[in-house]
């Protein structure tokens, strides 16, 4: 058997080459390249997936989660040193937006399970310097958004998706990004929706926030030289963002594909050294990552290596005992720590092959 690959972005994007090379053509010929119709294309299209009014392309995931607070702060629903709760094992990106925009994180335990906030978490976690609620849908899976929403109408706090690695998951029948008060989305090129650089967006239902975000995005003005925020130079790529015009019809098919792959590896992996994610609705997940628990990860890792399957750790430091947020370091947070002491993330994406799944399935449950 050959290596095979955790993540192969030159299979993953083979299928479409003779379409990005025509679209790449068709920018270069339409001679626009900053915010032209490839953009707005994007847009419009990515809004209606994901069932939202609107839809703000900008310059990568973590732009987008920090627009959405600056434009908050902006108008007057956040301030500075408001407080907002944030799962503390999720990828930093997450963190640093609230950090660099002025905001306090609130780290809390996410649920062991599902890997996500839970309402009781939240309750705990509650006072009254917190003003929003940023929920990460980690790995691709929703969940315990209803009771998160009612917690969050009641006590007048913002909702915000970090919705990174959740393109085209939901909840029942209500996709990531339509569910929050306003959501992040990167376009990174290891997402299920990757473009083949830097990308991201933010989708909402208000249309006076998309409106200062669009002028956010752009040194805080909508008509040149004429600046109305303090904004910044955050835009999708026009190239980039018609890469994704050609990907976003089939994001549902990727992602049943990712389905199909899970399901092979939740039903025939047996191996009680191998924790199993817990999926509370298969059809809703968006499989970004499939991570497994194991009590000596580092000897598991290895062995899957040795056998020519080639894994990834997301994620292996906490962000709570990182160097750069040495305040947090001496948080306590155990089910984060014991997480990220754990977890290790199998090949899951579509160029994998069947004879490939049957043979990860099959190493793995032989360790």
């Not at 994007?42 to 607070?69: P, R």
């Not at 085209?168 to 008060?181: E, Q, T, V, W």
């Not at 190239?239 to 399901?263: C, G, M, T, W």
């Not at 306590?332 to 399935?361: A, F, G, M």
Request: include cysteine.
């Amino acid at each position: 058997m050959e290596l095979i690959h955790f993540l192969d972005l030159k299979a993953l994007n083979a299928p479409y080459e003779q379409e990005f090379l025509a679209k790449t053509q068709s920018v270069l010929n339409e001679g626009w390249y900053i915010l032209g119709e490839e953009v707005l294309t994007f847009e419009t299209d990515f809004a209606a997936y994901c069932g939202v009014s609107h839809c703000v392309g900008v310059g990568n995931g973590l732009d987008a989660l920090q627009l959405i607070f600056k434009a908050y702060m902006q108008l007057g629903k956040l301030q500075l040193g408001d407080v907002v709760i944030v799962p503390a094992n999720t990828y930093i990106a997450s963190i640093l937006a609230l950090i660099n925009v002025g905001l306090k994180p609130l780290l809390v335990d996410p649920d062991l399970d599902t890997y996500n906030l839970k309402i009781g978490a939240v309750e705990r976690a509650y006072h009254g310097q917190v003003k929003a609620i940023l929920m990460v849908h980690l790995y691709g899976q929703i969940s315990d958004v209803n009771e998160i929403k009612e917690f969050a109408k009641t006590h007048n706090l913002l909702l915000i998706e970090d919705a990174a690695q959740a393109h085209g998951a939901s909840y029942k029948g209500k996709k990531a990004g339509a569910i929050g008060d306003a959501a992040g989305f990167s376009f990174y090129p290891g997402k299920n929706l990757g473009c083949l650089g830097d990308g991201g967006a933010i989708t909402t239902h208000d249309a006076h926030l998309a409106g200062v975000l669009r002028a956010m995005r752009n040194y805080g003005s909508h008509i040149r030289y004429q600046n109305i925020y303090l904004g910044v130079n955050s835009r999708l790529d026009e190239i980039q963002a018609a890469f994704l015009n050609v990907k976003l019809p089939h994001l549902d098919a990727e992602n049943a594909k990712r389905s199909k792959i899970a399901y092979r590896y939740l039903t025939e992996i047996e191996n009680h050294k191998v924790l199993l994610p817990k999926i509370e609705d298969r059809k809703a997940h968006s499989y970004h990552l499939f991570v497994v628990r194991v009590a000596d990860r580092m000897r598991f890792q290895k062995y899957l290596q040795d056998n020519m399957i080639e894994t990834s750790i997301h994620y292996i430091t906490p962000p709570h005992k990182q160097k750069a947020l040495a305040t947090f370091n001496d948080w306590d947070l155990p089910v984060t720590e014991l997480i990220h002491q754990e977890v290790l993330s199998l090949p899951l994406n579509s160029s994998l092959t069947e004879e490939q799944q049957r043979y990860i399935i099959e190493v793995v449950n032989s360790y």
